[in-house]
């Protein structure tokens, strides 16, 4: 890490310090301070949107450390968050068990259907294993919609609201706090996940698994623990979309097409590191709302020379060439970007 | 250069301090801004989302015109309800789950009285953030597994599973010259629209004394070919086919079923409403559907009622491509109810207590707006509409159709779906 001029680190403390220096400390304070006083200031629909991003990130955190870091390609994240949140909504619908209890066990079932699903990553890699991994979007979306005596099938699934010690979470406000505690907790494990042994294992199998097998790490054990812990992260995530976004389940919102979203948000975000994610969400579920909430009304009350509807195909349109312009222009992802820039301010006016 | 003092300003102490600055004033200053932000007068807000992009989007274009125009015309007609203009705040909820939660967020936040919805889907996405609001909302198009147990979600229209009792009550009473019973397969699409079918059939359909053969076919909303599942129905030798789902996936089972040579015999095909439309005749061709029979719960573009002048006149001003298809009567129709639901509750109430828009005004709209809707009869383009304590389904009357020379004629009069509490069988939507 670039550190601003006069400030050394004599201890391993402050050489493995996240947080190093007074500045960032306080901007970390207010950070926090913005997030929780948001509910003051802004409505439903904005808590809503901050909600799915929070939720999203959580997911995508754990997608990415099991593509970013690890190397595996899943385009079946969707699915695993399919799993957390019927697990969920069951346990604690069904069984009665504890929010809190639910959503780990979601989040367990969900680590242990990766485990199943990650198998084949021990004989095939790369565009081979992802083609396992959206296997394993349609059968476990397969398994869910038939098993209707379980799951309601595509008849649906009421989910009860998250509860914690006799507090029910059912306004916009109390899920935003709900959400964002859990979604802060998920980035601090996942920043520190990287940097642990198993980490850095990750990122030796990433780079080349040969050379890390040789070096003496288990393959075997590592990519499966990937693919558990990313799932896990997905199977945290399906039981907050459950119980905080959309209390109703049904198999339609856990398509291939979100699994897609997932892996585009984390390459335009940035592999490999944990502030990707979180720019890569924020960044595609903005400009969805951006896009179909505010450019197709301007240009359909603008242009009036088409017919009526014909801006809502824009949408999708410019999605995708916004998704592809962005990387051509920056294919490192926008955490690289913000690296760039943070370290060129530091630098200023030195260019290195 | 002069030596810098201790008390000079550096650039990164200037980018610190303005930054910090903007941060505070961010969070001092948006509320203010927002509570000084006035909001227009004098109008009901209406939120209303289609799906008008995505996997719906030939019916969700429709239902969106037919909508939209309608309110143009009670205001510009009818000068608004009660004197006060209707505000309509449509969002395009692209047949995504998630973007329909943000939609009704939005339109609470946008302090709507009440929310319209035209797909059953996005309903069920939507309706658990309403319900825990007491947001009331209204579903052009509906499963049971929304409307029981009633909560603030109700039906414009008779569900889903209402249009396969009603059929299959018309089968057994006109159609149906054999022994013993009459057997169904059902196509269903894989979601509530198709599932809701299956759920009235599975409610009903042995008290009718109709047997339902196993397994239920399903398809997605993007097939293409059916042809391996209708051979399998073929060998079941059914004598009703029974297709819940949307008009292009239905069109591609009546065009697979054409080319197995399975139309124009003893079976007969009959369609719920959300695919009996116009669009299903274009889509399979008026030769191939020939004779398919469908349900739908308002009148068809020929009869003779007093709304028909006005749905044409606005229909060929402004959307000419969908003269002809019932889904835009139907959506004109929801926005007739829920004006007549704000009239209803302006006159009790007056317009202050609901143009708040918050809690209150929505309990208020649902009281004394929804709840009071009383034979209301739509201007004769649909089943009357009244309010039933212990059923949300405002209009329970459908009518069979059938398609005739390319043309969607009704060959029955309005029919009352009875109540099915669903809730108390024990297999419905319980784990």
């Not at chain 1, 398509?255 to 924020?282: A, C, D, H, N, Q």
Request: aromatic share 12%; glycine share 12%.
């Amino acid at each position: 890490m670039h550190l601003p001029a006069g400030i050394r680190n004599f201890t391993y403390a402050e050489d493995m310090a996240i947080f190093r220096t007074r500045t960032q400390w306080v901007l970390l304070i207010l950070l926090f301070v913005l997030l929780f006083t948001i509910p003051l200031f802004m409505g439903n629909y904005w808590l809503s949107i901050i909600i799915i991003i929070a939720i999203t990130i959580i997911a995508a955190l754990g997608l990415n450390l099991l593509t970013g870091y690890c190397g595996q390609l899943s385009i079946g994240h969707a699915g695993f968050i399919a799993v957390g949140a019927y697990t969920s909504a069951i346990l604690t619908g069904q069984y009665e068990v504890p929010f809190l209890l639910g959503m780990l066990g979601g989040g367990l079932m969900a680590g242990l259907t990766g485990l199943l699903f990650g198998l084949p990553s021990l004989r095939v890699k790369g565009f081979y294993l992802a083609i396992t991994t959206i296997a394993a979007q349609f059968i476990i979306m397969w398994v869910i919609s038939q098993w209707g005596t379980m799951t309601g099938g595509f008849v649906g699934l009421t989910v009860p609201a998250a509860e914690i010690l006799g507090f029910s979470f059912t306004s916009s406000t109390s899920k935003y706090y709900l959400v964002m505690t859990i979604c802060v907790i998920a980035v601090f494990v996942a920043k520190n996940l990287a940097r642990t042994r198993p980490g850095r294992a990750f990122v030796a199998i990433r780079d080349n698994d040969l050379a890390a097998q040789v070096m003496g790490i288990n393959l075997f054990r590592y990519k499966l623990l990937a693919f558990f812990t990313g799932c896990f992260f997905a199977g945290i995530a399906g039981s907050l979309l459950a119980h905080c976004y959309y209390g109703f389940l049904n198999p339609e919102f856990f398509s291939i097409k979100e699994s897609i979203l997932y892996v585009g948000m984390i390459i335009i975000g940035g592999l490999g590191m944990t502030l990707g994610p979180i720019f890569g969400v924020v960044f595609i579920r903005l400009l969805e709302r951006l896009l179909s909430l505010e450019l197709v009304p301007f240009l359909e009350s603008t242009i009036t020379v088409f017919p009526s509807g014909w801006a809502s195909g824009v949408t999708p349109m410019l999605f995708g060439l916004i998704i592809v312009l962005f990387l051509i222009i920056e294919p490192r992802g926008l955490a690289h970007r913000w690296n760039k820039f943070k370290n060129s301010y530091r630098l200023w006016p030195f260019s290195y | 250069m002069g030596k810098r003092s201790s008390r000079d300003i550096t650039r990164r102490g200037f980018i610190k301090g303005t930054g910090a600055a903007s941060l505070i004033l961010f969070i001092g200053g948006v509320p203010l801004l927002i509570s000084a932000c006035g909001e227009k007068k004098e109008t009901i807000k209406i939120g209303l989302s289609t799906p008008s992009t995505g996997a719906a989007a030939e019916k969700g274009q429709v239902l969106e015109h037919g909508n939209k125009d309608a309110i143009k015309y009670i205001n510009e007609e009818k000068g608004g309800v009660g004197g006060y203009k209707i505000e309509l705040v449509w969002m395009d909820n692209g047949y995504n789950a998630a973007a329909m939660v943000n939609n009704v967020n939005k339109f609470m936040d946008s302090r709507c009285v009440t929310f319209g919805c035209s797909s059953s889907a996005m309903m069920a996405a939507g309706m658990s953030v309403a319900n825990q609001n007491g947001f009331s909302g209204l579903a052009v198009y509906g499963a049971p597994v929304i409307y029981r147990p009633p909560q603030h979600i109700y039906g414009q229209l008779p569900d889903y599973g209402d249009d396969f009792v009603v059929f299959a009550q018309y089968y057994k009473n006109h159609l149906w010259d054999g022994q013993g019973k009459p057997t169904v397969v059902m196509h269903l699409l894989n979601n509530s629209t198709g599932y809701g079918a299956y759920d009235g059939a599975r409610a009903k359909a042995a008290e009718m004394g109709i047997e339902l053969l196993e397994p239920v076919f399903e398809h997605t909303a993007s097939t293409t070919s059916e042809t391996t599942s209708l051979n399998s129905i073929r060998s079941l030798d059914p004598d009703i086919l029974y297709i819940a789902s949307t008009p292009k996936p239905s069109s591609v089972i009546i065009k697979n079923a054409n080319e197995l040579g399975m139309t124009g015999g003893r079976m007969k095909i009959a369609c719920g409403h959300a695919g009996m439309t116009k669009a299903l005749v274009d889509l399979a061709g008026a030769d191939v559907s020939e004779g398919v029979y469908g349900l739908f719960p308002t009148v068809n573009w020929d009869d003779n009622v007093p709304g028909m002048a006005k749905v044409k006149e606005y229909c060929q001003r402004y959307h000419p491509a969908d003269f002809g298809n019932m889904d835009y009567i139907a959506s004109w129709c929801q926005s007739l109810i829920m004006v007549k639901a704000a009239e209803l509750a302006i006159e009790a109430i007056g317009y202050e207590s609901l143009s708040k828009g918050n809690q209150g005004a929505w309990k208020n709209f649902e009281d004394y707006g929804i709840k009071a809707l009383n034979n209301y009869d739509v201007e004769g383009l649909q089943g009357p509409v009244s309010y039933t304590p212990g059923d949300n389904r405002l209009s329970k009357s459908l009518r069979v159709f059938q398609v005739q020379g390319g043309n969607i004629n009704p060959v029955t009069d309005w029919i009352e779906a009875p109540v099915i509490e669903y809730e108390k069988l024990d297999w419905f939507g319980k784990i």
